[in-house]
């Protein structure tokens, strides 16, 4: 059975970081890509970065492009979104979410048929 599940999620001040995991099990991981999504109250999901199954092909939202890292660890089947720079409006539950790709990866979430529960982040004075 597919199975994501994130951890790493907390409250932080701003300027400060976090490292999301996502731990995956139940598939071949390394034919899956893996993208990170969050969902604020009273907003929409919204795609934040992804990675393609091998690590090569990388995409990011633009609000977060140089504050955000994602990677992954295919040998641990798990994924990483690596938070620095966080801001107030940062605060949500992020996602992550495998869907079966050729070494591609694209921010919609259509694309992505397994998803985790997600884990809340807090960016707080």
């Known amino acids: 059975q597919l199975q994501l599940v994130e951890s790493g999620g907390g409250l932080v001040q701003p300027g400060g970081s976090l490292r999301l995991s996502c731990a995956a099990s139940?598939?071949?991981?390394?034919?899956?890509?893996i993208a990170w999504f969050r969902q604020a109250p009273g907003k929409e999901r919204e795609g934040l970065s992804c990675?393609?199954?091998?690590?090569?092909?990388?995409n990011y939202q633009e609000s977060v492009k140089g504050r955000f890292t994602i990677s992954r660890d295919n040998a641990m089947n798990t994924g990483y979104l690596q938070m620095d720079s966080l801001k107030p409006e940062d605060t949500a539950v992020y996602y992550c979410?495998?869907?079966?790709?050729?070494?591609?990866?694209?921010?919609?979430?259509?694309?992505?048929?397994?998803w985790g529960r997600g884990t809340q982040v807090t960016v707080s004075s």
């Open positions: 139940g598939f071949r991981f390394d034919h899956f890509a």
């Open positions: 990675i393609s199954s091998s690590g090569t092909v990388i």
């Open positions: 979410a495998a869907g079966f790709a050729n070494n591609w990866c694209v921010l919609s979430a259509p694309n992505y048929n397994s």
